[in-house]
């Protein structure tokens, strides 16, 4: 499979994202740089790995060899000198814009002058990212979907500042991976977020009115919405805290009441209810203790 232009990918941050990202360039025969903070998150981040790539050799989707062959492919480093000969860097550490800037501004340091600098960010802006590098030309972002070796769709967001060439042979890599790039400008939200959490947060507000219970929403949004998932299911996977950043960023961009986000959802953040990856959410996935159905 060849991956356009881009032979080495570097990937910061391999939390599930970074890691789901790192897998599927890794699938499409590119040689992968992931990195993280420090060893502790290093060895979660392989943790990551293994138990994705794990997954699908239990299902009988992939062999042990290949997913040796897969693992192989991914360097892991807690070093941004390991970066230096990438071609591009896909950054997919959490959503601080503070923490972002400071990673882009280590990128531009040990980079290439030709490699391209790609965020994974779900709601802040690329431009804010980008003019803090000395080559905002060749900053991109490239947002993938959750899980990410499993949806197709990846935004691939040009600012006024980036050069046409960057973002169309990243959207070429999105392509030779198999996934569906779609090109859009740097808007809260881009497209696929800008329409689902006005329906996501919708559904917050249906249940704290006592509209419909939690289990007859995502009943009726998955039998009769023909959805994989019902809105509470999805907001656990997503990540609470990452819903509400979300439609905070596009609630101050597009003052549109549909994003101004539920009391609910910030009460869940506040008292660290996060969704499965905090162990409760919407729902409970620790059978010790009670949903956070109010
Ligand atoms: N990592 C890797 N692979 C996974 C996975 C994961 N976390 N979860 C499921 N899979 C794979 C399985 O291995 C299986 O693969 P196979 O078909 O090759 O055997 C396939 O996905 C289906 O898995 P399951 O049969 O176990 O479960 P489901 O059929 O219920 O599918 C799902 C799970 C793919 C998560 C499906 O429910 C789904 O598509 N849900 C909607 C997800 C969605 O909408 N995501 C977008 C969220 S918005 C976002 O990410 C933007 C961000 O900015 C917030």
Known sequence: MSSGSFSRVGVVGL????AGIA???ARGGVEVVGIEVDRQALDRGRGNLETSTGRAVKRGKLTEEGKQEILDRIALSTEFAALAECDLVIEAVPERLDLKRRVFEELDRVCRDDAVLATNTSSLSVT?????????AKIVGV???NPAPVMKLVEVIGTVLTEDGAAGRVANLVKSLGKTPVSIGDRAGFVANRLLFGYLNQAAGM?????????DIDAAMKAGGGLPMGPFTLMDLIGLDTCLEVLEAIYRES???RHAPSPLL???VTAGLLGRKTGHGF???DTSAPAAEP
């Not at 939390?15 to 970074?18: A, C, D, I, N």
């Not at 249940?207 to 289990?215: C, K, V, Y």
């Open 128 to 136: 804010d990212i980008a003019v803090t590098t000395n080559r905002p």
């Open 15 to 18: 939390g599930t994202m970074g």
């Open 283 to 285: 729902y409970s996935y």
């Open 23 to 25: 897998e599927v360039l």
């Open 143 to 145: 947002h993938f979907f």
């Open 255 to 257: 003052r549109d009441r």
């Open 266 to 268: 910030r009460e869940l």
């Open 207 to 215: 249940l704290e009115s006592g509209h419909a219970t939690r289990d």
